[in-house]
């Protein structure tokens, strides 16, 4: 656990209650971004994220080091944001297919050499991407690269299936992948369109 | 040539590749321009996720935070006057209301002619007369059964006292405590 977290904890616990500003200081901005690509809306993210504090201080007493804070915070951010989804009956429902992220090769389209990764149009673009994906996608994501949780954190955080979390993510990745190629316009390998069966064999 | 799977090169993107299918990766990328520029791809796209601008809450979250689990501290003087604006605007009225009474003796002699202000000031002293009378004679009579015409008028009266409090509290509650938070 980090020791900046372990150590207010520690303080809010022994009475010193203001203390908990801290956490929520050093925790809130990355919360919010959860919670905002949660629900695609900044009052229903701020209000889903002011109320996972608070059941956060008042769980503080019963909570058992087990895991990580951050672990067990986003736990309670992300089923305070599925709650309020499933009250607006918006959540996006997922099915996932047995085989999904299987011997799946790449895909034909081709990043068109001018392509500059590093410019902040490539950023801007990503950003806005994430923003619509459905929440189901983008919630992994934001759980595997903003807060940099495993495979196992984001299953307990979700209460998910590993193998679940495993394919939700690659998906993710993959509707990224496809969005972002559509957006920038690439066009497909020379290999797949020679080959008019269109079959995932292989090609130079 | 067999390409390398989406799978092979998100692990290899992430480092969770297993050292024996890590060489073969390597190995195959020297030689496959296409699946270097899939794995440069992969790689844009990872950063772009991790260092997407976050999305900052507004300034007052961690103030109202603190307020909902601490309401009793760092209160300042105008949170508590607002905080307690309901009583407030009801305490001046019922004062107002007294010392119009007291500062206009001639409307209780009659010797003026009763204005708007003075007709509905004796009602309302005339109401709070009544409850006063009432409930001095109920408490002589604690035994009386059955339903009086005064005992009626007295819990008409007490009823309407309630309900007087019930909306101002309601009033107070749910109105101005309300447009109060959202504005501060």
Known sequence: ?204 | MNHLTVQQILEYVDGTILNGERTQVVAHLESCPRCRREVDLQRALAKGVRDAPLTRPSRRLVDRIMETVLPATGNSLLRKIVNNLGNLLAMIVVLSIFVYALSTPSVWKGDAAPSVISETFKTYTGFYDQVSRYLTTESAKLQSKGSTPSSREGEKIVALTIISLLALAALDKFVIRRVMRTKL
């Open chain 1, 1 to 204: 656990m980090a020791k900046p977290d372990q150590e207010i904890i520690r303080r809010v616990l022994a009475g010193e209650k203001k203390a908990f500003a801290d956490l929520v200081n050093r925790h809130k901005d990355k919360a919010m971004t959860l919670a905002m690509r949660m629900l695609k809306n900044k009052e229903d993210a701020e209000e889903a994220l002011q109320d996972a504090f608070v059941r956060a201080f008042h769980a503080l007493p019963r909570f058992e080091w087990k895991a990580s804070f951050s672990t067990w915070f986003y736990r309670i951010v992300y089923n305070v944001c599925a709650t309020a989804l499933s009250k607006k009956e918006e959540a996006y429902e997922v099915s996932l297919q047995d085989g999904d992220q299987g011997e799946i090769e790449i895909p034909s389209d081709e990043p068109t050499p001018d392509v500059e990764y590093e410019s902040t149009e490539f950023q801007e673009i990503v950003t806005e991407e994430i923003g619509k994906m459905p929440e189901a996608y983008a919630s992994v994501l934001t759980l595997f690269f903003v807060q940099e949780m495993s495979y196992e954190e984001i299953a307990t955080v979700t209460d998910f299936p590993l193998g679940t979390v495993k394919v939700r993510l690659f998906r993710a990745r993959m509707l990224l992948r496809e969005r972002i190629a559509r957006r920038l316009g690439w066009k497909k390998g020379v290999v797949l369109e020679e080959n008019q069966e269109g079959e995932r064999s292989s090609g130079a």
